[in-house]
Structure formats: C-alpha cells, structure tokens
C-alpha cells in the first residue's frame, strides 16, 4: 500500500474512452456517462459495458482484446445509485465545485455543502430523511486571559481557499491558523491547523441556528460529544475534539464543546497544547447516521500494542465474468490515521476460501510509515497468486467469489472504532477473467512452404475460457481430419491457401486464428482420377482426368496411340495409365509428381428414331410396333409407358379395341453400361373414340350484374371437345368458352346446342340445352353517416338509400337498442361512442339471390374537458406545476394553452416552470377538440403565482444598557423583504416583535439574538435572518464628595476612600496642579502645599 496526500487544490478530469470496441459490446448512447470511466475503475485501458450496472456492481471489457477479457468490480458499499429516469450513476464521494463560491458533493444517499461566501458548512442524510444541520457558521478565533475572559475575536477569513476531489483548505482562516475540511464520504474532518503562535490562549467558536440547536440531545455546558436527535434517533454526531501535533501519538489532549446561549465554544487545557510543536492540529469530526444504503465500513479492529491479532471483518461477494477463465483478482481500499496514530499502525488481510493474502504467516498489506496521519492507498492490488490455489476450475455459468477483509489497528481498545484507524475509501473487489482465445496462429511441422505431394501436421492452441475445446479447420482442403487439434494436411495445387482454426469450448464461445501454407511450384501431376468412356464417344485429352490441374510437359505409361495426351476409345483400350512429369529445375528437395487415371472403354447400343400411329378402338384394331423401328438395333427390350393393359411386351403387338379414346405411350430401349447412357426410342400411338354430346339440359340464372352460367356444366356424358350455338338470340353467350352472362337480359327462356364432331368413321353428336332467365332485386348502394350522442340527435335511414327497391326490410347488426326497424329511424342520443350498423334487405325469387345494403352511422362524442381549476405555486428555484393534476372529469387527449404570457409553460407536457415569475395570476386553457357534428370543449385554469420570501442577510449591532438607549432591528435588515416577523430567541423581556424595537436600557451587558423570519407558505420555503446585539454596561463613577486634609508632613489621603456608588476600574486625575497627586493609586500627598 502507498501513503498518499489530500487532494486538497485540484479536481480531477474523468477519463474519457476513445474505442470502436465501445460501440460494439455497448449501445446506451443516451446513459450521461457512456463512454466516461468511473473515478474508481479498475483499469484505464477498458471500456464499461454500462448495461450491466447493478447498484453494488460494474462490468469491464478491456480494449484491445476482441471482447475476450472482462473485469467485474464489486463494493461493499453502493457504487451506483437510481437517478429518476431509472439510470444507475456513479456514486462520486469526491468534492465538486457546485457554484462560485458552493462547494460540495450531492447524491441521494446525504448532500454536503461548503458555503465559502457566507462562511458555514451544511450536512443532510437523505438516506434517513433528517433535517440538515449548519455547523461553523460565524467562526471567531478568540483570544483569552487566564480567567477565561475574552481579550481579541478573529472572525473567520474564507477569501484564500484552495480545493480538490478530496477537500477544501482555507489558509489563514485566523492570524497563524489554516482550516482543512477533509470529505470522507459521509464524514466531514474539520483540521484547524495552528502554524505558528496565537499571542496568547485561545479559544474557537461558533454560531449554532435555532433550528440545529434544538435537535441536540442533553444540552449541557460541557460535552466531549454532541449527539443530534431526531424523533428518538441518533441523527448527526460531532466526534472528540482531538488535539495532536507530529509527536503526540495516541496520548492527544482533548477538546471540550460548551454551549452558551446559541455559541458553541471549542476549548482544551491551554497548559497542555502549549507542550505541542507547531504545526499541531485541532481536529472536530461530523458524522451522520445510516448515510448510505447499505451499511459502511465502521471502523478497525483494535489489538494489542503494535500486533495485528483481531481485525474488523467484513464480507462480501462477488459475481465472477461468464464463460471465463479466471486470471486476476484484486482489492482497492484506503485507510486514514488520525487522531495521533501512524499509518504502520493499520492493516488489511484478505481471504478466499482456505487462501489468505498476503499468504506469508505474519504479513499484512499496510503502509510502513511511521508519519503520524495520513492515508494509506491500495488502489487495484493483484492477489491473484495468493488466491489462485482456491479459484475453481474453469466454468460456464458465473458464480459468486465470497472474499473477507479483515481491517486492523494495533493499538488496543474496544472493537470497529474509527478513532485512530478509519477507513478512507469503500472497499472494492475486481475479478478479471478471460474468453477461450487463440493468441497464436497454429503451427506447421513443415514449415509454411511446402511442395506438392507432401504432408504436414498444422497445430493449433487454445487458452483461457472453459475447457475441453473442440476444433474446426477450414478450407478442408487436403485435411485428413478438420475436426482434430493437429489434422495432417496433404499439398494440394501449387498455390497459396490459408487455413483457419476456429476453437470452441465447452460454453460454445468461439477464437479463431489463421497460417498460411504455401504449397510451391514443384512438379505438379494433378491427384489420381478415373474415366469411364463409351467405345463410339470422341477421343479426349487424358489429362483432363487428373485432378488439381496437372503440369503440362509428362508423360503416360503405357504410351497412348496418339504419342501425346490425346486417348481414343476406338483404339485405346481399358487399363490404368501413369502421367509422370519431372521435378523442374530449381526444386531440386521435390520428387518427381505421378498420378494415375483407370480408364474403362464400354461398348455402346441404339434404340433407332422414335415414331407414332392411329388407330380405332374398334372391335379387332391391333398394331405390331416392330414395324415402327427405323435404325435400330435388334435385342431391344418394349415396354409400355402408359397403363392400356392392352399391350404384349413380348411381341411389341398393341391391342386397341375397346380402349378409352387418348395417346398410348411405348419405348423400345436399351439399359446403360457404367457410365454410358442407355438409349430408347418412343412411339406414340393415338386411339381415337366414338363421340358422344351426352345427355339434353336445362337450368335457370339471375338477371343480376355479373350472373353468368358455364353450360359445360350441364353436360352429362359428353365428350370434350364440342362446338356451344344459340339458337335463340340473347347477344350474350360465348360460344367460344360456353359461358351465357344473364346480367340485364329480359326474363325468360334461352335455348343452346353442343355438337361433338367425329374423326371417320365416327358420326357427329348434339345436345339441347334451355336456360330460364330470373329478374334480380336490388338494394341499392351502401350508405353511411355521422351524428352525436346528444339528447336529440336521431337519422331516418330511409334518407340513406339510393336506388333501391322498394319492400325492404331494415334491420340492425349492432345493438344499439335504439333503432326501429318499423320506420328505420335510429335515435343516437346517451349511445357509446362508436360504429353502428345497418342493413337494408330486398327479398328474392330463386334463383335470384336477396340484395342487402349496408349502412355505417358513426357515433361522436361530445368531449368534456371538465371543470376549471385554480392553484398556487412559488416562483422558487426549481418550482414547477403539472397542471394535468388540476384536471378534474377531463376526458385525455386535450390540447394546452396559456393565455396569459409567462414564456415559461410547456403546452406538450403542461408543466409551468414558476421559477423566478412575477407573483400574479397566470391563465391556462384545456381544450378537447369535437369530431363534427359534436363541439370542442374548454377548462381555464388560473395559477396563482407567490413570490418566494427573502430575510436578506445577517447582521450585528452594539449598544450600552444606558436609559434611552434602544434600536430599531430594521435598520439592520439587509436584502430583506417587507412583511417579516421579528422574535427574539435571547430573554431580554425589552423586545417588542410587532415594531422590531429593542430597548437596552437597564438590561444585563451580553448578547441579545433576534431572527427575522418569512414562515413557509403554500410551497414556498420559510426563510430567516438572524441578528446579535451585544449590550455593554454604562460605567458609574458614583457620588461627588470632599473632605479636609492637613499640609503638615506625611499627612496624605486615599480618594478611594471618598468613591460613594461607583464601578471599579476608573481613572484618577488632578484638574489643579499640586504636583503631589499619584493618579494610579488615587493618593494625594498634602505635606507642605499651599
């Protein structure tokens, strides 16, 4: 661990990521910290997978590694917290500057705030909802006499500050005396650091407002704490005042607080700081309790003298990366010495199952430094090789790492206390782990050049992630097995080829890497092949047979007839052939390259041209096909390819008579040897039928649009391929298709005839076909309407038709309930919004189909916007109203508007922005807009804007407790707003609240408080001002007197003696001249005057 110094002058930059891998693994471009590291990270080269925020967790990907390694952090404390659009932030204890003169650190959990302008600090635990306190508020050095009597005040000089991420100094607050103010998360360590000598003893104190003095507990004069209650709990704390320069160690002298009236006192033994070497520190901490959700780390173990026996422990878990090898694990925590004890005097350990870091019996992670005070920093420590023996092996699914600070302080006392050892940070745990990778190209046995015909065993290595790996290589190009780790490559061609490994383990997570092979130039005889060729083929190019695409330049053995590569099938027989090409000049370390081509010469036959015929199937109708071979060789086999039953395969004799009409199909072949293709001829033989027109029909249509009638569908027993005539004369019937259109044709009966015609000797047939016409109803066309659903509002349907028939029927498919059907009149009046419909229907004669129209009536509603409103609001900072909430029976989806001119209303969300409005009242309009024939509707809203009350600043006055002596506070109100009311929280009795006057005289000398103060009103916040006025006392020098003295030698007088009524501590003079007057002893020596 390193010992480090406050950051106390500067505020650090966040780092900000620059990496393409950021858009890839995370997409929340809208998150306000995409792309910023947290201040405590665990590494800078990385990026945060920001979707994976937990309040306790993060999650990192480090850059540069393909999304292989991840590091999860987890504290234990919260290291996010929910902001209202439900993002998790960072948790930032740092000090930020919030405004000029603001410094201070804001969050949900507790807000502090460091007012530089008007000199106070500020504490809110939010996390317990406790009021905030205000603490050194009108700080004054004073200087005192040895009866604790005021001499000098040094009121508080905050204009010389510096600050940084870890706290704000103010040099020379007072003459010779800085102030740090240390943020330690939620604790606040106020170091008054006296430099060099005051001038005398003295004493610190500060103003305490009515509303943080009420809440603390027991008031007492003198307290070594002070507790603050809030509904019976412990709310905020002031720790010890400790008091310790670099030599005191644990033996401090101590700090009492006194309260007086509202002045909270620090004060100490004066003879025991002045043993102290300059500079020492006067240290006062505030705390509060519960400040953050989950509970922090208290304290330290405390132990015997200089040993670490018994730590403080505290546990947490953490949630390893998936699909990992774990590779690293490491810690960050800070601790603090204060209060008189050295950073050696601290210490952590560390466990994980049956592993300890350090693991050396007897050793510890501290700061070996002896400095009293200070922080000591582990920022992102590796304990992976103390850890390692107890990590578990490799697994797919995460789980959770238990891990145990144990946090030490040797010195001895009760347990968990933050007095000398405390921690300065949260305390983090990191585990990193790691994907499957493949972080080298595979290897080759023989080098990545290689010559043709060889082998090599390519290899390849994986790590990391979750064993076994199972292994893909690709091309699978001379590969024996693409499935192994080191599968033996045979060369292909000559060529360079590049040969990937993709590994995946056992959690299917992928690595790839690649290696190229060369497979050089050397002979190349192509890879063996085969050719089966027919005896009658072409000759062909041998080579063409080998694979790979062979070297020109070999030689066959046994030579071909041709003397070249050319084989001939007529004259080259069936055999295995060898291409042998020589090594070329130059690979002289390659063999010469052979390959082999088995070839198979088959003999071939042919079937002959294909041909057809006709017959009848008429009784006794044969065919001999064999009379139908043309070019053919004999030792064919028939067959028929159709199913007539008919046909003797034998013989090849076709029997017709009796068959159905149509082609019958049969081939003469040839079955195929190896790879030569059968031959077969075929021979079509049409059987033709004796027609037929079938049977005479009638039917009946409809006269309507689009009624038509196929008559094809009326033949019964006819065969296809008649001729359709008219023989009367609609005009409308197609001969062509046999389809007669009725639509439009006078009702009655159409006559039609279908004729086959007969190839001879077949006769020609006629059917006699009569259709009977039907006139067709109509409804007319369909309609549609709108009305209201006000009291009233009906429609009479009847107004709706258009070219209807009259003697209809309506009817309604809805249920409105409200529609008669006698009349066809529909009331819409009180009806839900909506489509109602209708249907007007005219019956039918058969054929003919009823007609039904249909009518839609669309009922509107008429929009309610509700009732008008009003409100009040205060034109605050921050101060904003949602006037949607003052919508009271408003139907949704209106319209707002103001008509008034404030510039600060949003009519899309309606929300008013009051802040910094003149007071007044602001109008706004709620508009529902009506779908005609319904009308719009509207609600005025006025808001009433008051403007938020101003006590202006504090003030001081002086008077003397003479008679008559009185002051009008309001000549003290600075910046304040009329209307206040006064209260004196001081007892004078002489306080009148409804002028602001108070009368000093008579009253006992002191400090009077008043407050001028605005209650809170409506939403506006109260708001006060507070005021002293010191009172002195009028001096009294009591009655004139006299007396009678003689001169004669020796003889004197005390005028003490004749002081009647008056105050001690006057001055004595002579207004004649005697010379013999001692005005500091009052004594008149009168020997030997005139």
């Not at 720790?239 to 004060?267: F, M, Q, V």
């Not at 086959?756 to 309609?783: E, K, L, M, R, S």
């Not at 006064?982 to 005289?1001: K, R, Y």
């Amino acid at each position: 661990m390193i010992p480090s110094e406050k950051n106390l002058d500067h505020f650090t930059s966040p780092i900000v990521v620059q990496s393409n891998e950021l858009t890839v693994f995370s997409s929340l471009r809208q998150h306000p910290e995409y792309g910023i590291l947290p201040f405590n990270a665990p590494c800078e080269d990385c990026i945060e997978i920001i979707e994976e925020r937990t309040q306790f967790t993060r999650k990192f990907l480090t850059t540069g590694k393909n999304g292989k390694e991840f590091k999860v952090q987890k504290g234990y404390g919260p290291l996010h917290y929910m902001d209202d659009q439900g993002r998790w932030i960072t948790y930032d204890p740092r000090l930020k500057k919030l405004d000029s003169s603001i410094f201070g650190v804001t969050n949900p959990f507790y807000t502090i705030r460091i007012n530089t302008l008007k000199g106070y600090l500020e504490f809110e635990n939010k996390n317990e909802n406790f009021l905030p306190i205000r603490f050194h508020k009108d700080l004054v050095l004073e200087t005192i006499d040895g009866d604790l009597n005021p001499l000098n005040s040094f009121k508080a000089n905050w204009t010389n500050i510096t600050a940084g991420d870890d706290g704000l100094k103010v040099i020379d607050i007072f003459p010779n005396t800085d102030l740090e103010i240390n943020i330690m998360g939620p604790t606040i360590k106020t170091n008054f650091i006296v430099k060099s000598s005051i001038g005398s003893d003295f004493r610190i104190v500060e103003t305490l407002d009515q509303i943080t003095l009420q809440r603390i507990e027991n008031l007492n004069e003198s307290m070594d704490v002070i507790n603050f209650y809030e509904n019976n709990q412990l709310s905020y704390n002031f720790g010890e005042i400790s008091i310790y320069d670099a030599h005191t160690g644990r033996d401090r002298p101590k700090g009492t607080y006194t309260l007086k009236n509202n002045l909270l006192i620090y004060s100490w033994d004066q003879n025991t700081i002045e043993q102290l070497d300059f500079p020492f520190i006067i240290d006062p901490t505030v705390t509060s309790s519960n400040t953050l959700p989950q509970a922090s780390i208290t304290g330290s173990g405390l132990n015997n003298f200089g040993a670490f026996t018994t730590g403080c422990t505290y546990n947490l878990s953490v949630p390893t990366p998936a699909n990992c090898t774990i590779t690293d694990i490491a810690w960050t925590f800070s601790y603090i010495a204060q209060n008189g004890a050295t950073m050696s005097e601290g210490a952590v350990r560390f466990y994980y199952g049956g592993c300890v870091s350090p693991s050396a019996a007897g050793f510890y992670w501290f700061c070996n430094n002896t400095i009293f005070g200070g922080t000591c920093n582990g920022n992102n420590v590796s304990i992976f090789t103390d850890f390692s023996p107890c990590v578990p092996a490799p697994q797919c699914a995460p789980y959770n790492m238990n891990f145990t600070m144990e946090f030490y302080d040797a010195w001895g006392g009760a347990s968990c206390s933050s007095t000398w050892i405390a921690a300065a940070t949260g305390w983090t745990m990191t585990i990193t782990g790691e994907t499957v990778t493949e972080p080298a190209p595979p290897t080759s046995s023989a080098g990545t050049s290689i010559c043709p015909g060889s082998t090599t065993n390519l290899n390849a290595n994986g790590t990391y992630g979750v064993p076994p790996y199972n292994y893909s290589w690709s091309p699978t190009t001379g590969l024996n097995n693409p499935n192994i780790q080191s599968p033996t490559l045979s060369a292909p061609a000559p060529g360079p080829y590049t040969y990937t490994c993709t590994i995946t383990d056992a959690c299917g997570i992928t690595a790839t890497n690649s290696i190229n092979i060369t497979v050089v130039n050397g002979a190349w005889a192509g890879t063996d092949g085969t050719l089966d060729i027919c005896d009658n083929a072409a000759p062909v190019n041998l080579t063409l047979s080998l694979g790979g695409g062979p070297d020109a330049g070999g030689s066959w053995s046994p030579a071909l007839n041709s003397g070249g590569n050319t084989f001939d099938p007529s004259v080259d027989g069936s055999g295995t052939y060898t291409y042998t090409v020589p090594d070329p000049p130059g690979m002289p370390n390659c063999p010469d390259a052979s390959a082999d081509v088995v070839v198979n010469v088959i003999p071939v036959s042919t079937a002959g041209n294909d041909g057809n015929s006709t017959l009848c199937n008429s009784a006794g109708s044969t065919l001999n096909l064999n009379t139908l071979l043309s070019g053919a060789d004999p030792g064919g086999t028939w067959a028929e390819t159709t199913a007539s039953g008919q046909f003797n395969t034998g013989t090849g004799v076709f029997n017709a008579a009796g068959l159905t009409a149509g082609t019958y199909t049969f081939t003469y072949s040839f079955a195929a040897v190896g790879s030569c293709p059968g031959d077969f001829a075929t021979f079509n033989i049409v059987v033709n039928d004796q027609p037929t027109a079938g049977n005479d029909g009638n039917s009946t249509i409809c006269n309507s649009a689009g009624s038509t009638i196929n008559l094809n569908t009326l033949l019964s027993g006819a065969d296809p391929g008649g001729t359709w005539a008219e023989t009367t004369a609609s005009g409308q019937f197609n001969i062509g298709t046999g389809v007669f259109n009725g639509a439009g044709l006078t009702a009655g009966t159409y006559s039609f005839t279908y004729t086959v015609p007969a190839t001879a000797p077949c006769v020609p047939d006629v059917a006699n076909f009569d259709i009977v016409v039907n006139d067709q109803p109509t409804a007319g066309n369909d309609g549609n309407s709108t009305i209201c659903n006000s009291a009233g509002s009906t429609i009479d349907l009847n107004t709706l038709l258009s070219g209807a028939d009259p003697g209809g029927a309506w009817a309604e498919t809805t249920s409105s309930g409200q529609f008669n059907t006698g009349t066809g009149v529909f009331n819409g009046a009180g009806l839900t919004v909506g489509t109602y419909s209708f249907t007007y229907t005219v019956p039918a004669t058969a054929p003919c189909l009823p007609d039904v129209a249909t009518f839609d009536v669309v009922v509107n509603d008429q929009p309610d916007a509700g009732l008008d409103g009003n409100s009040t609001i205060c034109n605050s900072a921050g101060s904003t109203l949602d006037l949607n909430t003052l919508l009271s029976g408003a139907d949704p989806g209106g319209t707002w508007a103001e008509t008034t001119a404030s510039g600060q209303f949003t009519p899309g969300t309606g929300v008013l922005d009051a802040s910094g409005l003149t007071a007044g009242v602001y109008t706004f309009t709620y508009t529902l807009t009506a779908t005609a024939p319904c009308l719009d509707d509207v609600a005025t809203f006025d808001i009433t804007i008051t403007a938020q009350p101003e006590a202006g600043l504090d003030g001081n006055s002086t008077l003397c407790n003479s008679a008559g002596s009185t002051i009008d506070l309001n000549t003290l109100l600075s910046g304040a707003d009329a209307g206040g009311t006064w209260a004196e929280t001081t007892s004078s009795g002489q306080f009148t609240p409804g002028t602001g006057v108070f009368n000093a005289a008579g009253l006992t000398a002191g400090t009077y408080t008043f407050t001028y103060s605005f209650a809170a009103s409506g939403s506006c916040l109260a708001d006060f001002a507070t005021f002293d006025v010191i009172v002195n006392d009028q001096p009294d020098a009591g009655l004139d007197g006299n007396s009678t003295i003689c001169n004669s030698a020796g003889s004197t007088i005390d005028l003490n003696t004749l002081l009647s009524g008056a105050d001690p501590g006057g001055t004595w003079a002579e207004t004649t001249a005697s010379g013999q007057f001692t005005p500091g002893t009052g004594v008149l020596d009168a020997s030997g005057l005139t």
